[in-house]
T-cell receptor, first 116, second 117 residues
Framework: DTGVSQNPRHKITKRGQNVTFRCDPI?????LYWYRQTLGQGPEFLTY????????KSRLLSDRFSAERPKGSFSTLEIQRTEQGDSAMYLC??????????????FGNGTRLTVT | AQSVTQLGSHVSVSEGALVLLRCNYS??????LFWYVQYPNQGLQLLLK??????LVKGINGFEAEFKKSETSFHLTKPSAHMSDAAEYFC???????????????FGKGTHLIIQP
């Protein structure tokens, strides 16, 4: 169990640019989540996958955001035409598919995005 | 719908003193409850969880929490604070019948624990 891995750890970009983050979940975990965390707040749900299927998206996920999980393995989160309000820590988490109760989320160390 | 309220965005205690971090929840069904810890520039690490059974739950690093249904609370405690406990602590609630997603896990805003020497 090598844990959830996220790359890059930090990303600084100019407003209007596109950025892409990658998450490699724990290999046997079927579910993969993306959360966004701003300063002084708890993580907020963005979207999640069951294998390769994206089952739910938060209203926080505007049209500029897109997430994929090809082949049910790693996932990418892309933000197009970044805005300063997108600056946040983006957290990825994974869990087995048995649900939350007996399968807490395992989080990566996050990607901190700064939009200048 | 579910929600979590953590009383006190910052809590300061002396090294060796009792740590008490408060969490109250709102849920339409009997919830599952979690405490996570986050160190600077890192992801969240599970401290402990309550699902069913014994209401006093022990976790890692000497922390424990007690589920009190009548008070809708799940406060986190540690008898003696250590400098290494300084971090951000998040209480979270989930719907056991949820298929995941937004209802899968709802976090509070967090409490920053400061340990004074």
């Amino acid at each position: 169990d090598t844990g959830v891995s996220q790359n890059p750890r930090h990303k600084i970009t100019k407003r209007g640019q596109n950025v892409t983050f990658r998450c490699d979940p724990i290999s046997e975990h079927n579910r993969l989540y993306w959360y966004r965390q701003t300063l002084g707040q708890g993580p907020e749900f963005l979207t999640y996958f069951q294998n390769e299927a994206q089952l739910e998206k938060s209203r926080l996920l505007s049209d500029r955001f897109s997430a994929e999980r090809p082949k049910g393995s790693f996932s990418t989160l892309e933000i197009q035409r970044t805005e300063q309000g997108d600056s946040a820590m983006y957290l990825c988490a994974s869990s087995p598919s048995k649900g939350q109760g007996n399968s807490p989320l395992h989080f990566g160390n996050g990607t901190r995005l700064t939009v200048t | 719908a579910q929600s979590v309220t953590q009383l006190g965005s910052h809590v300061s205690v002396s090294e060796g003193a009792l740590v008490l971090l408060r969490c109250n929840y709102s849920s339409s069904v009997p919830p599952y409850l979690f405490w996570y810890v986050q160190y600077p520039n890192q992801g969240l690490q599970l401290l402990l969880k309550y699902t069913t059974g014994a209401t006093l739950v022990k976790g890692i690093n000497g922390f424990e929490a007690e589920f009190k249904k009548s008070e809708t609370s799940f406060h986190l405690t540690k008898p003696s604070a250590h400098m290494s406990d300084a971090a951000e602590y998040f209480c979270a609630v989930s719907d056991p019948y949820s298929g995941g997603g937004a209802d899968g896990l709802t976090f509070g805003k967090g409490t920053h624990l400061i340990i004074q020497p």
